[in-house]
């Protein structure tokens, strides 16, 4: 109760100073904000110290084009880490500030437990639809097959999909052909080793040994 309360008079506090702008309480300026630091510092020291940032410049320029709700400062970088925040994401975090603090203010003083967990199982004052995935055009709806691998540790073993496999040459699995296969005499019009692709080429010239010359037949004196 005591951060909620903390909530409201200090990083919230600017909301109600800031509802005369007609452009919107995002571009209030920056000495009606306040900044939050993990250094020792104080609002004003902290506010000197953010004129040094001149790079991140527009993270601490709040403007009519450049709206900035919240105002939560990264010492190292001096960027505001809280520049992302949208004015419709600000405004549900200021409702459910303002129903936390009535949830958990008690009648009798006293905050105990059963209130927290009560206020935890309160349903959110604000639902949003979750952004739809898309494939580099808003809201396109994804094809069937990502669909379907979606929630698969490995879609590429999902029993929807052939695993890729490479071709294996079949041999025959009767030992008899096996032999009669080998020991075919060659008769055809390629040379030897041009039905095995590019693997006969490691041979190299040696794979002319395999075609047969009449001194193979005959011997050398050709008889």
Request: glycine share 12%.
């Amino acid at each position: 109760a005591d951060w909620l309360a903390w909530m409201k008079g200090t990083v919230l506090s600017y909301v109600e100073k800031g509802q005369g702008f007609s452009t919107g309480v995002g571009s209030a300026p920056l000495h009606m904000r306040h900044v939050v630091s993990v250094r020792p510092r104080t609002q004003a020291q902290l506010m000197q110290d953010l004129q040094k940032w001149t790079p991140k410049r527009d993270h601490w320029m709040p403007s009519n084009t450049n709206e900035i709700f919240l105002t939560i400062e990264e010492p190292l970088n001096g960027e505001n880490v809280a520049r992302s925040v949208r004015g419709v994401g600000f405004w549900a975090i200021l409702k459910e500030v303002h129903r936390a603090r009535a949830a958990m203010s008690a009648k009798s003083g006293e905050v105990t437990s059963a209130h927290f967990k009560a206020l935890l199982e309160l349903p959110p004052l604000d639902r949003s639809a979750p952004p739809m995935p898309s494939l580099g055009r808003l809201g396109a709806p994804l094809p069937f097959a990502q669909q379907a691998q979606q929630g698969v540790k490995r879609p590429l073993q999902h029993g929807g999909f052939p695993p890729a496999k490479r071709p294996v040459l079949a041999f025959p699995s009767n030992p008899a052909l096996a032999r009669a296969a080998a020991s075919r005499p060659y008769a055809g019009g390629l040379r030897p080793g041009a039905g095995f692709g590019k693997g006969a080429a490691a041979f190299g010239k040696g794979a002319a040994g395999f075609r047969p010359g009449p001194a193979v037949q005959y011997g050398k004196g050709g008889k």
